[in-house]
């Protein structure tokens, strides 16, 4: 029988309380994919990162605190990141995660969507929050998997991507120009997207294939 893949799932981080937390939605996605996924120390060293990496078969990197304003989450995604592209391991980023593989590979953000950059379209929703709000267009990988042009996605940020960092290339991006999802063409699987199908595969086709693809990936 065929092992569930083993992903390493980044901790949230609770600054007030300085404790490491979980949202299931994360965990549920990669367990509905066929993966297994267990979550992070918030603190290793580069020894505790290679056998980390090499247990591993992929990672998420989840959303949570604007990348840069948390020392502790970027100080570990740094090692963590760069030990998986190293590795060339299988990497899936969800909001802050494409925000932060973006930063890590030279890109900048912008810092704050609603006075950066003026838009009709509200990027950070009010409950429920697996309801889709907005639309964006597909183009190459994504829209090759999931056989459409455009995707009826939810939306929770102020920050997003401004120029794209080295090697990435979009596949999918809002109709007021934000890019909502990319890859890096160098590595076997390194892919982001600015939406959270984690809270949406339970009823959408669609997030739950993103999911799906991620780990088959990681096999």
């Known amino acids: 029988m065929e092992r569930n893949p083993i992903i390493g799932v980044t901790p949230l981080w609770d600054v007030e309380h300085k404790s490491v937390w979980m949202l299931p939605n994360y965990l549920d996605g990669i367990k509905a994919a066929g993966g297994l996924p267990i979550i992070l120390p918030l603190e290793m060293d580069e020894e505790d990162a290679d056998r980390i990496v090499e247990t591993c078969d992929g990672f998420l990197f989840t959303g949570g605190q604007d990348v840069g304003s948390c020392q502790e989450r970027d100080k570990l995604e740094t090692l963590l990141l760069s030990k998986a592209l190293q590795s060339n391991k299988a990497v899936l980023g969800i909001c802050r995660g494409l925000q932060f ?119």
């Open 101 to 219: 593989i973006n930063v890590f590979l030279g890109g900048t953000l912008w810092q704050d969507l609603p006075s950066q950059h003026p838009s009709e379209i509200v990027h950070r929703q009010s409950k429920p929050y697996d309801a889709p709000t907005h639309k964006v267009v597909l183009n190459g990988e994504l829209k090759t998997l999931l056989g459409k042009d455009t995707l009826d996605v939810n939306t929770l940020h102020h920050q997003a991507i401004k120029e794209l960092g080295n090697g990435l290339t979009p596949m999918a991006i809002a109709p007021d120009g934000i890019i909502e999802a990319a890859r890096l063409e160098s590595k076997f699987f390194v892919r982001g997207v600015q939406w959270h199908p984690e809270y949406m595969f339970k009823t959408d086709p669609d997030s739950l294939t993103l999911f799906s693809c991620f780990i088959h990936h990681c096999r």
